[in-house]
Nanobody, 125 residues
Framework: QLQASGGGVVQPGGSLRLSCTAS???????ITWFRQAPGKERERVSC????????YYADSVKGRFIGSRDNAENKILLEMSSLEPEDTAVYYC?????????????????????WGQGTLVTVSS
């Protein structure tokens, strides 16, 4: 019920904007972005609260990634800049069931009930 899009191939130092949409209203949902690089575990990258007033960024992306939301368009965005080859991964958006909305931004994958299908980001020269 979530759809992640916006991935692609970009050179180091480049930028991409990821988008997460849903078949239901995201107004009350905090959204978390994860990524999974080949051969590695899925890791939490960024979170944004339902109001957009609270955000979290992993140390590895802090200062380069910015999360935002457009509730009018039912869309969550992740602006990625100064991309590095180490950012190459499949990126997923996720959120818990409405009965556990406060669990968003958990690093534990099992807390999440809804996942986007993933969008591939490749950073390569």
């Amino acid at each position: 019920q979530l759809q992640a899009s916006g991935g692609g191939v970009v050179q180091p130092g480049g930028s991409l904007r990821l988008s997460c949409t849903a078949s239901f209203s995201l107004d009350y949902y905090g959204i978390t972005w994860f990524r999974q690089a080949p051969g590695k575990e899925r890791e939490r990258v960024s979170c944004i609260s339902s109001s957009g007033g609270a955000t979290y960024y992993a140390d590895s992306v802090k200062g380069r990634f910015i999360g935002s939301r457009d509730n009018a368009e039912n869309k969550i965005l992740l602006e990625m800049s100064s991309l590095e080859p180490e950012d190459t991964a499949v990126y997923y958006c996720a959120t818990p069931d409405w009965r556990r909305l406060g669990a968003y931004c958990s690093s534990a994958i099992h807390e999440y009930d809804y996942w986007g299908q993933g969008t591939l980001v490749t950073v390569s020269s």
